[in-house]
């Protein structure tokens, strides 16, 4: 993608000077619009708009790739937690079009909020909703 802001990262189109890792399915940077002090972004190297349009392969190298920058980034920066994010379209929050995945790190009193529970099934309304989303599993 010509207009794609982590496409040119990985092309060294744009200079930045967070940079932590790449092998050859992923691309590891510090957020520029980080929560907290060490938030990383995991991104492929191949551009997928989001998470459905990945394919097996790059998912798994990624899942990799998240696991072991998370234990960097708690380890560097002493958090008591990490917090693994991604937004997927527009109204969950997804800015940036190219998938990516957030480490953020998180201490203790440090303020970020997590969302608070605005529903509760009735009656059967979670055993249908299951049964919805299990209708729909990809093997």
């Known amino acids: 993608m010509d207009d794609c802001v982590f496409c040119k990262i990985i092309k060294g189109e744009i200079q930045h000077d ?3 890792y790449e092998d050859d399915y ?3 940077f510090l957020s520029s619009g ?3 002090f060490g938030h990383t972004l995991v991104i492929p190297k191949g551009h997928y708009a989001n998470i459905y349009e990945m ?6 190298k990624l899942a990799i790739t998240v696991r072991n920058a998370s ?5 560097a920066t002493e958090a008591h ?8 379209d527009r109204p969950a929050g997804q800015v940036v079009f190219h998938a990516h995945f957030h480490i953020i790190p998180r201490f203790q009193g440090d303020g970020f909020k997590h969302w608070e529970s605005k529903i509760a099934y009735k009656k059967g309304q979670a055993a249908e909703t299951a049964g919805k989303i299990k209708e729909k599993i990809i093997k």
């Open 81 to 88: 937690g990490i917090n693994i994010m991604m937004n997927n």
């Open 34 to 36: 980080p929560v907290n």
């Open 26 to 28: 992923s691309y590891v």
């Open 18 to 20: 967070s940079f932590i």
């Open 55 to 60: 394919p097996d392969e790059a998912m798994q």
């Open 71 to 75: 234990r960097s980034v708690k380890e």
